[in-house]
């Protein structure tokens, strides 16, 4: 897991300990060699994870559309910064690079940023690990409905298992360093996506 894709909010939301995951983070991935992946930006969440980051001497690299530069105030001191055209553009990159996603909190952009690489995961298009970052149990009610989801016959518990949460961020990462793919799914090639 050498490159990490966080998706997280541009807002830092409204529990400082939101931030401070952000920052704890950013900081650990950079002591640890591994490279941030992120949505680009420099404000909430994105920014204060990219900034610590990079304050500890990290790689980061940012991928933000055209429309968002402004918006989310695109970063300036990344190690890259990738500009493109579109939000598929966007999550498709950070897909490519990332060898490993976490999902801290976030809004509607993290949640379609998490279940679409979750999808892709179920469908086969990627085998890698996926973790949530359960900050001041942020997750636990998307847990449950997960849970709740499987015992409704929606979702397979072989790929309900694909989705690995803690709120340690060093112990996910841990969980995550083991996580093998479900058995019967086959991975088609990047492009077939």
Same mark, same amino acid.
């Given at each position: @897991?050498?490159?990490?894709?966080?998706?997280?909010?541009?807002?830092?939301?409204?529990?400082?300990?939101?931030?401070?995951?952000?920052?704890?983070?950013?900081?650990?991935?950079?002591?640890?060699?591994?490279?941030?992946?992120?949505?680009?930006?420099?404000?909430?969440? @994105?920014?204060?994870?990219?900034?610590? &980051?990079?304050?500890? $001497?990290?790689?980061?690299?940012?991928?933000?559309?055209?429309?968002?530069?402004?918006?989310?105030? $695109?970063?300036?001191?990344?190690?890259?910064?990738?500009?493109?055209?579109?939000?598929? /553009?966007?999550?498709?990159?950070?897909?490519?690079?990332?060898? &490993?996603?976490?999902?801290?909190?976030?809004?509607?952009?993290?949640?379609?940023?998490?279940?679409?690489?979750?999808?892709?995961?179920?469908?086969?298009?990627?085998?890698?690990?996926?973790?949530?970052?359960?900050?001041?149990? +942020?997750?636990?009610?998307?847990?449950?409905?997960?849970?709740?989801?499987?015992?409704?016959?929606?979702? /397979?518990?072989? +790929?309900?298992?694909?989705?690995?949460?803690?709120?340690?961020?060093?112990?996910?990462? #841990?969980? @995550?360093?083991?996580? /093998?793919?479900?058995? $019967?799914?086959?991975?088609?090639?990047? #492009?077939?996506?």
């Amino acid at each position: @897991m050498h490159a990490v894709a966080v998706f997280c909010g541009s807002s830092a939301g409204s529990d400082p300990r939101f931030a401070d995951a952000a920052r704890l983070v950013g900081t650990h991935l950079a002591h640890t060699n591994r490279t941030l992946i992120y949505g680009g930006g420099s404000v909430g969440l @994105m920014g204060l994870c990219a900034d610590a &980051a990079l304050a500890a $001497g990290g790689k980061v690299v940012g991928v933000i559309p055209r429309a968002m530069v402004e918006a989310e105030r $695109g970063h300036k001191g990344l190690t890259e910064l990738h500009i493109v055209d579109t939000m598929h /553009q966007r999550k498709a990159l950070m897909a490519d690079r990332a060898t &490993a996603f976490v999902a801290l909190p976030g809004g509607f952009g993290t949640f379609d940023e998490l279940f679409e690489i979750v999808t892709w995961a179920q469908l086969g298009y990627h085998p890698k690990p996926i973790g949530l970052l359960n900050v001041a149990g +942020f997750y636990a009610p998307l847990v449950d409905f997960l849970d709740r989801v499987v015992h409704a016959g929606f979702i /397979q518990p072989r +790929f309900r298992a694909m989705v690995n949460i803690h709120e340690d961020f060093e112990h996910l990462l #841990s969980i @995550m360093s083991r996580y /093998q793919p479900p058995t $019967g799914a086959g991975f088609a090639r990047p #492009s077939e996506r």
